[in-house]
């Protein structure tokens, strides 16, 4: 009988074992690192980008690995700068099977700037761009989207605490080069400390950014709380609308939000925490905050309510329109989270849950893949390093079993795939040049007077001012193709219209049979006045 039991201990320890064997998965142990990003790749592996980082904790060089369907490593890219560091925090599959990744690098900034990088389907750079900011500020590429035409980048920027200068798009071409850049968050004066966590491109080709500001109750402009900050932009830059999370159902709300998803009703489910600073239930709970596609607030549901501590860093949807929304939660000060999942449905009532493991450190990120299986990833700091750790569930919330079959990987590329190190020998981009230079877009209109050629230089670059009582946004387009150069007296009469391109760099004008006066000229892009000046013809 003793033999028995033995037995049936063995087993049930080894099959315990065999069980962790599979997820969750823990990635480089002999080299220090932290996973930020992961993918589903079209081949159904699964790409994740991260960071390496030196024993003695310092960072390094930023990566990425492919994985097959069962979490193993296929092959590896390190992407590194002779003694400086490198961080990767975003990767999306482009239509061609190849990459493009994001990060930051402190080649030129020693804080770190934004860099972007395309790679084939093989894994081989294609191009890579270093954008230049203001120094010794921390600055990144943190989520980037291939769009028609090009990439859509979302740019967050550091600085000073409470300043509103963090959240930028960049409009790129196919070949990072920018077409357009805008700034956000300057809509509203009561705006205080603005920045952004996420970036995604909603169902209608919009972008949808998620953060946080400080923001005063309803009527007042002081004191002012954290709050929800979601912003909707359009393809072309402008902002639809910018929603500080201030008040619901009468009461005021304070919190954060960390990322979105979209119904087929527009609606947004955007996960974050819930800020209870008084009262019997005070403290952090994980929410979910539901908005429509106007902006107005909704509702929003508090899955732990009786915690201290929390957040919920990552949402998405299961096949079946459910929702899966993870994050982590500690019920007393100081003790250690709770991390875990939440199946719940569109008005935020558990369908089902599952605590993962006891840690300070949520999941970074996580996706739901085309066999509807949940894909994990989190950092963990054991003993004196940072260890990538995956877990792979079903929708029921239970651990994913082991695929069988044989997959086909990669089948893109004509050659196997080697595992090697990528330098960031990149393209540098100085971005902050036209938004502080206020020659950026204006006319030079010569000789003043004129008295039988007037010479008009065309700006490279084109900035409009659009200054309104709720928006207050400058857009820089770095690329154009044409625009419209106009003449008028000052009666109003059009007395010259030529259409322009971007390469070139002056016109002509002959005004010697003109009346003697004075005139205006306009450059117009895009039903807009991006540029004028003033001419006497004598």
């Known amino acids: 009988m003793y033999k028995v039991i033995l037995s ?34 079209y081949d159904q592996g699964f790409v994740i980008g991260g960071q390496l980082f030196n ?51 402190d080649k030129y900034d020693s804080w770190g700037d934004p860099f972007i990088m395309k790679l084939n389907s093989c894994g081989e750079k294609e191009w890579c761009r270093i954008y230049t900011i203001t120094p010794d500020t921390f600055d990144l590429a943190n989520s980037i989207f291939q769009i028609p035409g090009g990439y859509i980048a979302y740019i967050y920027r550091t600085g000073a605490l409470y300043a509103n200068d963090h959240i930028f798009l960049f409009r790129l071409d196919q070949n990072g080069e920018i077409v357009w850049q805008q700034q956000y968050a300057l809509s509203d004066p009561l705006f205080l400390g603005a920045a952004g966590e996420h970036m995604i491109v909603a169902p209608d080709d919009h972008y949808l950014i998620n953060g946080y500001c400080y923001y005063p109750d309803s009527g007042t402009t002081t004191p002012k709380f954290l709050r929800p900050l979601i912003i909707k932009v359009d393809n072309s830059g402008t902002a639809d609308w910018e929603l500080p999370w201030s008040r619901i159902g009468g009461s005021s709300f304070r919190g954060e939000s960390y990322r979105s998803i979209i119904d087929n009703r527009q609606n947004i489910y955007s996960c974050g925490r819930h800020i209870i600073p008084s009262g019997s239930n005070v403290g952090d709970k994980p929410t979910m905050l539901k908005t429509d596609s106007k902006g107005n607030e909704l509702s929003y549901h508090d899955l732990v309510p009786n915690s201290w501590q929390a957040v919920f860093f990552n949402i998405n949807w299961f096949q079946d329109s459910t929702i899966a929304i993870d994050g982590g939660w500690a019920v007393t000060p100081g ?32 996706l739901v893949d085309d066999e509807n299986k949940l894909f994990l990833i989190q950092g963990q700091y054991l003993g004196n390093m940072w260890q990538t750790y995956v877990w792979k569930l079903n929708s029921n919330l239970e651990f994913d079993s082991l695929y069988t079959q044989p997959f086909v990987y990669d089948s893109l590329c004509p050659h196997p795939i080697a595992s090697d190190t990528i330098s960031l020998d990149c393209v540098i981009v100085g971005i902050d040049e ?57 009666f109003g009469r059009k007395m010259f219209s030529k259409e322009v391109l ?30 004028s000046g003033k001419v006497m013809v004598e």
């Open 8 to 41: 049936i201990l063995l087993f049930l320890s080894f099959g315990s074992y065999l069980h962790c064997q599979v997820w969750p998965k823990v990635y480089l142990i002999n080299n220090p690192n932290f996973g930020y990003v992961a993918i589903q790749s």
């Open 434 to 490: 036209p938004f502080k230079n206020p020659e950026t877009g204006k006319l030079k209109v010569f000789p003043n007077p004129a008295r039988d050629m007037l010479h008009i230089g065309i700006p490279d670059q084109l900035k409009t001012d659009n200054k309104n009582p709720v928006f207050n946004l400058t857009t820089v387009y770095h690329q154009w193709h044409s625009a419209i150069l106009e003449i008028y007296d000052l």
């Open 502 to 531: 971007q390469s070139e760099k002056e016109v002509a004008v002959d005004v010697s049979l003109w009346p003697g006066g004075m005139y205006v000229v306009r450059l117009v892009y895009n039903g807009q006045t991006v540029g």
């Open 55 to 105: 024993w003695d904790g310092t960072n390094k060089d930023g990566f990425i690995y492919k994985t097959n369907i069962n979490g193993d490593i296929l092959w590896n890219k390190t992407f590194t700068q002779p003694v400086e560091c490198t961080s990767i925090f975003d990767v999306n599959q482009t239509s061609d099977g190849g990459y493009i990744i994001g990060g930051s690098a």
């Open 335 to 366: 003790q250690v989270g709770q991390i875990g999942i939440f199946k719940v449905d569109r008005n935020g009532n558990i369908l089902d849950s599952a605590n993962i493991i006891k840690s300070y450190y949520c999941f970074s990120d996580a």
